[in-house]
């Protein structure tokens, strides 16, 4: 090996030595919000017109969400056992259509709401992609990607996650499943110790259909994302 290519070599070295740790960013944000405390617990919350009640305990979780709607008074219940949804006392047949819509409907509203801690869960695979500027502060950027697994869902899914370098909190993330999503936090409130986050919800402009989601931070700086809904939290209980 000549002395250049030996140059290159330890200039590669160092420079993967220095790039920060992806999984450690993310512990370090979990602890910023306290969500150990999540891990074996029982966490209720209205989220619009649905009351959740969610269960985690090792390896063990039971979801719960209740609503009425025209049909009648709707039971959801999502668990280690699979899905189910029960009507006025009573159990549906569901074909898998329905029951693939109502799980991953029910299962979305839990995991955005335990962000960051379910980034520790086993099926996902982090990737360090650098640093980056929003509104003067800067993050660390993350891609979040998955191995395929039945708890996984749908493994082709890819998500991003902006961390402020200074106190790890989880300021913006983004993703494209049913549309490209820009989420930046409106409020946090505590209970029993967690921090818990509201979010704006951002579309793409009607300009631009062409911009991928892991770039969205600076369509976000930019002022050019359409602001879709608010993603508020109500009533909290941790158990």
Known sequence: MNRLSYLILMLFIISGCNEPDARKIVDKSIAFYNMDKLTNSTLEFTFRTARFKVMQNGGQFNYERFFSDSTGNVHDILSNDGFKRILDGKELKLDQKDTDKYRQSLNAVVYFLYLPLKLNDASVVKKYIGKSQIKGK???????????????GDHSDVFYYWFDIEDYS???????????????????????GVIFQDYVNYQMPLDDSVTTVDKYDSLYEAGRLRVLSQIELKDIVLK
């Open 170 to 192: 989880m300021d913006h993330f983004a993703y494209s499943s049913g549309g490209n999503r820009f989420r930046d936090v409106l409020r946090t409130q505590e209970v029993g």
């Open 138 to 152: 800067t993050y660390h950027k993350i891609e979040i990607s998955f191995e395929k697994s039945k708890e996984a």
